[in-house]
Every structure is written in structure tokens, then in C-alpha cells.
């Protein structure tokens, strides 16, 4: 069946850095562009990243520009989160999402980060 | 950045009876290929979002047919004909016409 797990969240002080990984199956994840949404405790969704399916074309939320990096390894069906110079509002669970119709219609269940003020 | 703004943010509703949420744009979501990129999003308690609609109006596989979704252009509603237990969470919309990809604020769905 369908399905993204994402791993690799963890506690990180801030300033520090963390590497996210979401594995994927049972689709073609070569043709597909993927997402990575955040949701900070009670709070609602923000779209962090995304990457085309070839991964030429990356898009980020001003928030993160220059601190986190999207990436893709079709070879091994997984894409990942480059987290740097990780704030005290970065804490959020992450989840990634593979794209459809400017949508999302698969999602992981989702990695927590948090960075303790 | 498009901004999108649901009412009600909270909404209580009778079992079997029906449910509506809005969803307004900052500006149109007509994008250059003439399609209109407006999702809903369902999270129930606990649980990962999961896209109920998109391309305003178009289920995804799976969804029961008390969700239908209306609009055009900058204003947009779900509908949910007979509300069920199983329909208790938080509901999103999210517009995928530009970068970044930006949701409303969620519409709290419980029963009275």
C-alpha cells in the first residue's frame, strides 16, 4: 500500500541541526513532487518545503530560507529535511506528503522536533 | 503570500445534521492552466491530516459523498450533508495555485 514514515526528529538545542528522512513505497515516487509540512503544538499547518519530482526545483517558506534544505534520493525512494540553525519556533511534528492535483493526498504520520528554549 | 481565512474557526453540530465551513482567499486561485488548486484537509484527533477534496469540488478516493465541496475564485465551502461521529476534528483549506502553499486558520468540528 501507499505509505510515507518519516524518522529522525529528535530534542536539539538551538542553533543546532538535524537531518529528517521520510521513506517511501508502493507508488512511483520518481514522478512525483513531495512535500514537507510542519504543525507546531496546537497549531495549524505550514507548508515548509517542496521538491520537484526530479529535484531541480525546490521551494521554501521564507521562515526557513537559508537554514533548511530539501532533498531526494529517487534511487532510494526517500526524501529528506536538512534542518539548520534550528529555533526555539521550529518545534513542530514535521510531516512529509507526496503531491497531487496542488495537493497532498498521501501523508506520513509525522516526526516531532523540538528545540527547548 | 495568499492568505486564507475560514469561518466559523469553531464549529458544534447535531449528529445528522449538516455541516458548512467557508474558506476565502486573498486573491483569485485561478491558476495560468485554468484550474482552481483549492483543498479541504480533515485531521481528526491524533491522526495526520488527510485530503478530503481537491480542485474544489473533486473527492478523494475513498471520501464518503456527504463531503462536497463549492466555489469559485476566491470563495469556497465544504459541506458535510449528515454529520457522523467519525467527522469530529479539524478542518483545513489550503490553496496550491501559488508558492508558498498556504492553509486557513482550521474549522474545530464537534458534536453537541
Known amino acids: 500500500q501507499v505509505q510515507l514514515v518519516e524518522s529522525g526528529g529528535g530534542v536539539v538545542q538551538p542553533g543546532g541541526s538535524l537531518r529528517l528522512s521520510c521513506a517511501a513505497s508502493g507508488f512511483t515516487f520518481i514522478s512525483y513532487a513531495m512535500h514537507w509540512v510542519r504543525q507546531a503544538p496546537g497549531k495549524g499547518l505550514e507548508c515548509v518545503a517542496l521538491?520537484?519530482?526530479?529535484?531541480?526545483?525546490?521551494y521554501y517558506v521564507d521562515s526557513v530560507k537559508g537554514r533548511f534544505t530539501i532533498a531526494r534520493d529517487n534511487s532510494k525512494n526517500t526524501l529528506y529535511l536538512h534542518m539548520n540553525s534550528l529555533r526555539v519556533e521550529d518545534t513542530a511534528m514535521y510531516y512529509c506528503?507526496?503531491?497531487?492535483?496542488?495537493?497532498?493526498?498521501?501523508w506520513g504520520q509525522g516526526t516531532t522536533v523540538t528545540v527547548p528554549s | 503570500d495568499v492568505v486564507m481565512t475560514q469561518s466559523p474557526l469553531s464549529l458544534p453540530v447535531t449528529l445528522g445534521q449538516p455541516a458548512s465551513i467557508s474558506c476565502r482567499s486573498s486573491?483569485?486561485?485561478?491558476?495560468?492552466?485554468?484550474?482552481?488548486?483549492l483543498n479541504w484537509f480533515q485531521q481528526r484527533p491524533g491522526q495526520s491530516p488527510r485530503r478530503l477534496i481537491y480542485k474544489i469540488s473533486y473527492r478523494d478516493s475513498g471520501v464518503p459523498d456527504r463531503f462536497s465541496g463549492s466555489g469559485s475564485g476566491t470563495d469556497f465551502t465544504l459541506k458535510i450533508s449528515r454529520v457522523e461521529a467519525e467527522d469530529v476534528g479539524v478542518y483545513y483549506c489550503m490553496q496550491g495555485s501559488q508558492w508558498p502553499r498556504t492553509f486557513g486558520q482550521g474549522t474545530k468540528v464537534e458534536i453537541k
Open positions: 521538491i520537484s519530482s526530479d529535484g531541480s526545483n525546490k
Open positions: 486573491q483569485s486561485l485561478v491558476y495560468s492552466d485554468g484550474n482552481t488548486y
Open positions: 506528503a507526496k503531491d497531487s492535483m496542488g495537493g497532498m493526498d498521501v
